[in-house]
Antibody, heavy 118, light 108 residues
Framework: QITLKESGPTLVKPTQTLTLTCTFS??????????VGWIRQPPGKALEWLAL???????RYSPSLKSRLTITKDTSKNQVVLTMTNMDPVDTATYYC??????????WGQGTLVTVSS | EIVLTQSPATLSLSPGERATLSCRAS??????LAWYQQKPGQAPRLLIY???NRATGIPARFSGSGSGTDFTLTISSLEPEDFAVYYC??????????FGQGTKLEIK
């Protein structure tokens, strides 16, 4: 059974850095073709892809947010970490991590709501 | 960047009716398109991948078609649990994924 779960702060202040962790089970990020991505969804709005990391440590970012994002993995812990710098109220959203096995977002976490407010 | 445009924004139908949802890409994505279903308070669920293949456990009433720039998700006979928001997503401009803005399927 494949599961993913996001963890991190629920509230961050403007200009702060957000760090989110995705902890997964049921698959390995050392398996060829596998990836883990992050997607966010502002309240009442559409999905937006943010970043993706593959089994071979290849990393890809949304062009519009690339300068603010960093994605890393810890294969031994089955975790993927996303950092987003210089948070703004418009970044308030539910943040999801999802498994790419092997091409689409096949498995999703439950999501975590992050509010940006002073 | 490839833009996906979904129509209509909202579709009002009754249980038992047929639903047809559209997704148009700003340039060809070949068959590299997926459809997701999202219910309130839940994460999206993969329904269709590579335009026409049902994901594991997805009922046969869901079908996808199309290639290039025009795609359709069809639900042959709506069940009460099918009323949700549906998103298309492309992976042609790989690995830069994009989603459409969604179609809300509501009960008439």
């Amino acid at each position: 059974q494949i599961t993913l779960k996001e963890s991190g702060p629920t509230l961050v202040k403007p200009t702060q850095t957000l760090t989110l962790t995705c902890t997964f089970s049921g698959f390995s990020l050392s398996t060829s073709g596998v990836g883990v991505g992050w997607i966010r969804q502002p309240p009442g709005k559409a999905l937006e892809w943010l970043a993706l990391i593959y089994w071979n440590d290849d990393k890809r970012y949304s062009p519009s947010l690339k300068s603010r994002l960093t994605i890393t993995k810890d294969t031994s812990k089955n975790q993927v970490v996303l950092t987003m710098t210089n948070m703004d109220p418009v970044d308030t959203a539910t943040y999801y991590c999802a498994g790419v096995i092997p091409y689409y977002f096949d498995y999703w976490g439950q999501g975590t709501l992050v509010t940006v407010s002073s | 960047e490839i833009v996906l445009t979904q129509s209509p924004a909202t579709l009002s139908l009754s249980p038992g009716e047929r639903a047809t949802l559209s997704c148009r890409a700003s340039q060809s994505v070949s068959s590299y398109l997926a459809w997701y279903q999202q219910k309130p308070g839940q994460a999206p669920r993969l329904l269709i991948y590579d335009a026409s293949n049902r994901a594991t456990g997805i009922p046969a009433r869901f079908s996808g078609s199309g290639s290039g720039t025009d795609f359709t998700l069809t639900i042959s006979s709506l069940e009460p649990e099918d009323f949700a928001v549906y998103y298309c997503q492309q992976r042609s401009n790989w690995p830069r994924y994009t989603f459409g803005q969604g179609t809300k399927l509501e009960i008439k």
